[in-house]
């Protein structure tokens, strides 16, 4: 099954490994991820006044280049998809702005492309049973704290694929990879996100909430599907260590990185390396790479 | 149907709650025939789970047993309990409605209501009236003061059903009464004018994720709080959580779960949370001295006969905490359950390490009554709730002539309220079936004459 696929910026500079772990792993569950010929730019937020429809005009033209080639586009980054699934949602729903967008990039759009997260094509295109049947190495050792952030699940009645205030997608992934899951309460607070641009003694205690709140929880990793927010956890650990006596740093994966490993999958292209809590001691102790 | 038979001065009244049976009993007590069906084994409905009753801290049972009582040995009450109405047919003065009887698996006509079935029965199941924190047998009746205190067989929990094995309530029933093979029976009754009167049901708490009701044995509902707090109970009346049996000391209660959440849930205000909150908030300061009490409230609205005042009190006399805000986030760590919210008056965040949390959810429509509603060509508003002809002058009036509506079927009320609009229905059938009865019509002599 062949799926147009939208990486977007990050995966295609500062994490690299996401997407290269994301094509591999679904290529080995038999979905071929195809770049989009042609894409730009999401505009990483969807615009916050509801008249800017110049910042929709982005994330559209991608959405009118994914409906040339199909009727679905997968993307890997929680952000992305955020701000791509409610701009299909304006195109499809929103009569007045739809014209007025079309007319600027020369299109004739209406939605009907279904922007889908590579987690829901994980549960409703695979299936959870038929993941854990192509699991080929044993996590049952690993302890696993799911990490959703803001933007995948927000504004619910949008996204409107899980639940906002209980999700399980995540759980359900790392049940499915045969993962032990933390059951903690931050796992949907938010990391700080842009936050870190003008006050980032701010951020980084929002993200130490939640790392301290995992590691509580006997957490031995984290995973999260955004970048922003992998970036933000991981970033700042060795400072906060030093401030809070007693935190032990935790990796902070994405979601493909193990769902590569957990696949069998060679993970030297997954760019382990480039994180800066170390996860390979964690994960060559388990016996997974 | 013939145009010269006379209407039929018998009402059909569905659902046996507090607005049933005031319904019942004024109309019986005026010399009509009443037929009250209720789907549970026993009447008394809602009412009958509450512990005390805001403003005056009655015992709620002790308000409601004379009235079952009553109306379960009133010459013209017919009960019709564990059974449902299928189907209604016919127009006003000439209803023809089909109820059926689930089997009690028990012979009722036989039956004294000696008990001894439920004390030796050694099958115990989590009881649905005490919101699954009591053990009921599986021959049970729902409370010792039922009416009729006549006991049914659960027959997805009593072993003879679901191994074959057991048959002990037969072997110890001194009358016999015990019949496994009890089919359900259809019976039809004539009627000329309906009462729907089923009442209400709780929001359900899974879809509010944020408070973990479902997931955390410590979260109840307001119903459950009810049932810790009622003497008859599975407490005794002493406030101890599900979880471990402890007495909590730190109890949070969140008010409108699932109500005045037009995003989430409910739109409209569920009216009695907020005194029946202040109720259960004061009644636990009673039993657990040390203890402390938080609320959390959006707006505290206590527009009724001294319901200011009883807010008031459970400020100022039992020092209940209340927070202006909403909770965020409800979790389990150890043993406790950590509650965050927003303190709106003081801009601050707050975090509650509790024992317990108690919800109170909105009020929502018995599910029945949608059933109902489509069988009888009854508008509903889109949450459910049965609409009456007009708001303003026609409340107990639908646009079915001959079918009236009280309590908490066509909007949420409280019991002084519920009580009134059944009497406003009674008193609409009780003029109808006056008309039907030939009741003179003119005044012999004109009210004020002999002063003239």
Not at chain 1, 20 to 27: E, L, P, Q
Not at chain 1, 128 to 153: E, H, I, Q, R, T
Not at chain 1, 258 to 274: E, N, P
Not at chain 2, 6 to 14: C, G, K, Q, S, Y
Request: aromatic share 8%; net charge negative.
């Amino acid at each position: 099954m062949r799926i147009p696929y939208y990486p977007g910026c990050t995966l295609s500079t500062k994490a690299k490994g996401f997407d290269r772990a994301a094509r591999d792993s679904m290529a080995a569950l038999g979905i071929e991820l195809a770049e989009l010929k042609m894409w730009n730019c999401c505009g990483a937020t969807f615009p916050l006044s509801r008249d800017n429809l110049l910042d929709l005009a982005g994330p559209v033209r991608n959405l009118v280049s994914a409906a040339t080639e199909s009727d679905k586009l997968a993307v890997a980054c929680s952000t992305c998809f955020n701000v791509l699934k409610r701009s299909n949602l304006v195109m499809r729903n929103e009569e007045d702005k739809r014209e007025k967008i079309n007319f600027f990039i020369e299109a004739e759009y209406a939605g009907e492309v279904e922007v889908l997260h590579l987690l829901e094509i994980l549960r409703d295109v695979v299936g959870w049973d038929n993941l854990s049947k192509a699991v080929k190495k044993n996590l049952s050792d690993l302890s696993v704290a799911p990490y959703y952030g803001c933007m995948f699940l927000r504004p619910p009645k949008e996204m409107g694929f899980d639940d906002h205030e209980n999700p399980q997608i995540l759980e359900n992934f790392l049940r499915a990879l045969g993962a032990q899951v933390a059951d903690y309460p931050h796992r949907a607070e938010c990391c700080g996100n842009y936050i870190a641009a003008f006050d980032l003694e701010t951020t980084k205690e929002m993200s130490y909430l939640i790392l301290a709140s995992a590691r509580k929880a006997g957490a031995d990793l984290i995973v999260t599907s955004c970048p922003l927010c992998q970036f933000n956890l991981d970033r700042w650990q060795q400072d906060l260590a030093m401030k809070h006596g007693g935190f032990r740093p935790i990796p902070v994966l994405y979601d493909t990185q193990l769902l590569g490993i957990a696949l069998g999958l060679d993970a030297t292209a997954f760019d382990l390396d480039k994180h800066y809590v170390d996860p390979r001691p964690l994960l060559a102790a388990k016996g997974l790479i | 149907m013939a145009e010269d038979k006379a209407p039929i001065t018998r009402v059909l009244i569905i659902g046996a709650g507090i607005a049933g049976i005031q319904a019942a009993l004024d109309i019986a007590n005026s010399g009509y025939e009443v037929v009250l069906v209720d789907k549970e084994p026993s009447i008394g409905g809602r009412m009958l789970q509450l512990s005390e009753t805001f403003p005056t801290l009655d015992c709620a049972q002790c308000i409601l047993t004379p009235r079952t009582v009553e109306a379960g040995h009133h010459e013209r009450i017919r009960l019709m309990t564990f059974s449902e109405v299928t189907a209604i047919t016919g127009e006003i003065g000439h209803f023809t409605a089909t109820v059926q009887r689930k089997p009690a698996s028990v012979n009722w006509d036989v039956c004294t209501g000696c008990g001894l079935c439920q004390e030796k029965c050694p099958t115990k199941v989590a009881s649905p009236f005490d919101r699954g924190m009591g053990k009921r047998k599986a021959i049970y009746t729902l409370s010792p003061q039922a009416v009729p205190n006549k006991p049914v067989i659960d027959r997805d929990a009593c072993t003879w059903f679901t191994r074959g094995k057991c048959r002990l309530c037969e072997k110890v029933c001194p009358v016999h009464a015990i019949d496994y093979e009890q089919q359900a029976t259809t019976t039809e009754v004539e009627v000329g004018a309906i009462i729907i009167a089923t009442g209400y049901n709780l929001y359900a708490l899974e879809n509010l994720g944020e408070y973990g009701y479902g997931q955390i044995p410590d979260v109840v509902d307001g119903l459950a709080f009810e049932r810790l707090l009622s003497a008859s109970g599975p407490t005794a009346g002493k406030v101890r959580r599900p979880s471990d049996g402890k007495e909590p000391k730190q109890v949070v209660f969140i008010q409108c779960a699932g109500s005045r959440a037009p995003e989430t849930a409910m739109p409209y205000c569920s009216k009695i949370c907020c005194m029946y909150t202040a109720k259960h908030a004061m009644l636990y300061k009673h039993r657990v001295h040390d203890g402390t009490a938080y609320v959390f409230y959006i707006d505290v609205r206590a527009a009724g006969k001294r319901y200011e005042e009883f807010y008031h009190r459970a400020t100022e006399e039992d020092c209940v905490l209340y927070i202006r805000g909403k909770v965020a986030r409800v979790f389990r760590e150890g043993d406790q359950v950590i509650v965050w919210g927003a303190d709106t008056l003081s801009g601050a965040s707050v975090e509650i390490a509790a024992d317990m949390v108690v919800l109170a959810p909105a009020m929502v429509p018995h599910p029945e009554t949608r059933r109902l509603a489509e069988m009888l060509g009854i508008p509903t508003n889109p949450y459910g709730f049965l609409l009456p002809l007009d708001d303003n002058v026609l409340p107990v009036e639908t646009t079915r002539p001959g079918v009236f509506l009280a309590g908490a079927v066509t909007s949420p009320k409280d019991i002084p309220e519920t009580v009134a609009q059944a009497s406003a229905a009674a008193a609409k059938v009780l003029s109808l079936f006056a008309q039907w009865s030939g009741v003179p019509q003119a005044m012999e002599t004109p009210v004020g004459a002999e002063a003239s």
